[in-house]
């Protein structure tokens, strides 16, 4: 059984920084893609961040290009996103997701999801 559990959510003021992790039981990050989606009150769940399990070339939504950073670390089996430079519009809840089946920032493609973890950013 795969279990993906995300922590590290919080409140932080705008220009702030976050470090969400991923933890994975189950299944190895090592050995599949992964990636970060969000999701704002009353709107779709959109893709954040995605790292393929080939290599560690990563893309980003443009909203969050040049703030965040996604890594994965194999010896813990755990996934990161480093959240710099926070906004309010960053506010959301995030989604850690492994193994993908289609484009990376196809949300029904993903087969492994974590629960969520909130993120708010003050004006």
């Known amino acids: 059984q795969v279990r993906l559990v995300e922590s590290g959510g919080g409140l932080v003021q705008t220009g702030g920084s976050l470090r969400l992790t991923c933890a994975a039981s189950?299944?190895?990050?090592?050995?599949?893609?992964l990636a970060w989606f969000r999701q704002a009150p009353g709107k779709e769940r959109q893709f954040v961040a995605y790292m393929p399990w080939t290599s560690s070339v990563t893309t980003y939504a443009d909203s969050v290009k040049g703030r965040f950073t996604i890594a994965r670390n194999n010896a813990e089996n755990t996934a990161s996103l480093q959240m710099d430079s926070l906004k309010p519009e960053d506010t959301a809840v995030y989604y850690c997701?492994?193994?993908?089946?289609?484009?990376?920032?196809?949300?029904?493609?993903?087969?492994?999801w974590g629960q969520g973890t909130q993120v708010t950013v003050s004006s």
């Open positions: 189950g299944r190895s990050f090592s050995d599949y893609s």
């Open positions: 997701a492994m193994y993908s089946l289609g484009p990376y920032d196809s949300i029904n493609d993903w087969k492994y």
